[in-house]
């Protein structure tokens, strides 16, 4: 019987085929995890996601990618010295008086009483506390991002430092600076007792500073924000380029019983 000698043929060729094919298919797949994994894991701030937290009227300004940057910006401004300088030299009397002057028509009209454990929003380096105190409301606070003792401690106004049901009166005249407006009123709300009375300073037919992070188109989106009170009041002031004044009262808890 005649042997055949001839050795068959390598498999090496047929499995670098089979493993080319595969690669082929699998390598877009293979790209789209590597992207996936090496894509940074900061939270961005989308267009989308402001529209679907804040009613329409209330628009967010570009270019905040995220709340880090957002948070830099605002203390460029705070922590500005020929800023605060001015704030707590030449501004400081003037301001006083104008705050005063809106507080004790507050006063007036049993919106603020002596007793109104206080807060203010963005108060920078106190000017609305000290009015607030010179009106009689002694126990009264203000926060900001930078710290200025003894009338303002440290606060981000989108978390407030505070438990809940904790003040009888807010004032603000930073809501333009909120990046996120609804926090900013929810914050508000969830601080305020039931009874209390925030007042806040908005501009509406004036252009606010190149700090705000939102343009308010009207109040009736600021009203949508404040579901947990009752519109007050809405007039006219002269405000520091604020040109109205909103006030809300908080409503009243609904007893299951």
């Known amino acids: 019987m005649k042997l055949n000698n001839q050795t068959p043929p390598p498999v090496t060729p047929i499995l670098l085929r089979y493993f ?5 298919l699998f390598l877009p797949l293979l790209l789209l995890l590597f992207t996936l994994k090496t894509t940074p894991s900061t939270t961005i701030i989308t267009t989308t996601t402001t529209i679907t937290t804040n009613p329409a009227g209330i628009r967010i300004r570009p270019g905040y990618t995220t709340y880090d940057s957002y948070i ?17 030299t030449r501004d400081w009397d003037r301001k006083i008086q104008v705050f005063t002057t809106f507080f004790s028509k507050l ?8 007793s109104s ?21 002694a126990d009264s606070i203000g926060i900001d991002l930078v710290p200025c003792p003894p009338l303002v401690i440290h606060g981000d106004f989108h978390r407030q430092p505070f438990p809940d049901d904790t003040f009888l009166f807010e004032f603000s005249n930073v809501f333009d600076h909120a990046l996120y407006p ?23 037919s004036t252009k606010s500073d190149k700090y705000s992070a939102n343009d308010l188109l ?24 604020l040109d109205t004044e909103v006030i809300f009262r908080k409503k009243e808890k609904i007893s299951l019983e």
């Open 20 to 24: 080319t094919v595969s690669l082929f």
């Open 72 to 88: 830099k910006k605002q203390l460029n401004k705070t922590l500005n010295p020929k800023l605060r300088h001015l704030w707590k």
């Open 107 to 114: 006063k007036h009209h049993s919106l603020l009483t002596n």
């Open 117 to 137: 454990k206080s807060l203010c929003i963005g108060a920078r380096v106190g000017q609305e506390v000290e009015a607030l105190r010179r009106v009689g409301v």
């Open 182 to 204: 609804a926090k900013f009123v929810g914050e508000i709300e969830r601080t305020l007792k039931p009874g209390g009375v925030c007042v806040l300073h908005v501009a509406l």
């Open 218 to 241: 009207g109040v009736e989106p600021l009203v949508k924000l404040f579901k947990g009170s009752d519109l007050v009041r809405v007039q006219k002031v002269d405000g520091f380029g």
